[in-house]
């Protein structure tokens, strides 16, 4: 089997957050977790994510940051670019966890909680 890397992108006291990586270490999964609070939101990595999945998605508008926001602040988030502001100095807006899942030199992106599509990545991986 050839190995796989997969990093887990959150905050460690996301209910969603902690529900992922306890899937991946029920499944004998080695991860990475990558900490937003502390480590912010990695400003290289977000065009690949809106390309897997689109800014809408990422940006979590049920969330309470969102909420929290002023509506002029709400309002100017139209576009990847606004968006992607917006989650740099706003990490806790990003819809949680992104998982990025690379093997063999190719990298699948999710975006929520998605057993069923890393169910699917992992089967493949062992295949591999």
Same mark, same amino acid.
């Given at each position: 089997? &050839? ?13 969603? $957050? =902690? ?5 991946? *270490? ?12 502390? !480590? ?10 809106? #390309?897997? %999945?689109?800014? !809408? ?5 049920? +969330? &309470? &940051?969102?909420? =929290? ?8 988030? &139209?576009?990847? #670019?606004? %968006? ?5 100095? !706003?990490?806790? $807006?990003?819809?949680?966890? $992104? $998982?990025?899942? *690379?093997?063999?030199? =190719?990298? %699948?992106?999710?975006? +929520? ?5 890393? !169910? ?6 062992? =295949?591999?």
């Amino acid at each position: 089997m &050839t190995t796989s890397l997969i990093t887990v992108y959150g905050i460690p006291n996301c209910d969603t $957050v =902690k529900k992922s990586r306890a899937w991946f *270490t029920e499944q004998g999964v080695e991860h990475q977790f990558h900490d937003f609070k502390k !480590q912010g939101v990695p400003p290289d990595r977000i065009p690949e994510w809106m #390309a897997a %999945a689109g800014w !809408q998605k990422l940006v979590n508008r049920q +969330g &309470t &940051t969102w909420r =929290k926001l002023d509506a002029e602040t709400q309002a100017a988030v &139209t576009d990847e #670019a606004s %968006a992607s502001a917006l989650m740099q100095v !706003q990490p806790s $807006v990003v819809k949680r966890p $992104v $998982v990025e899942w *690379t093997h063999q030199g =190719k990298t %699948a992106i999710s975006v +929520g909680f998605a057993p069923e599509q890393w !169910q699917i990545w992992l089967d493949s991986s062992r =295949k591999a």
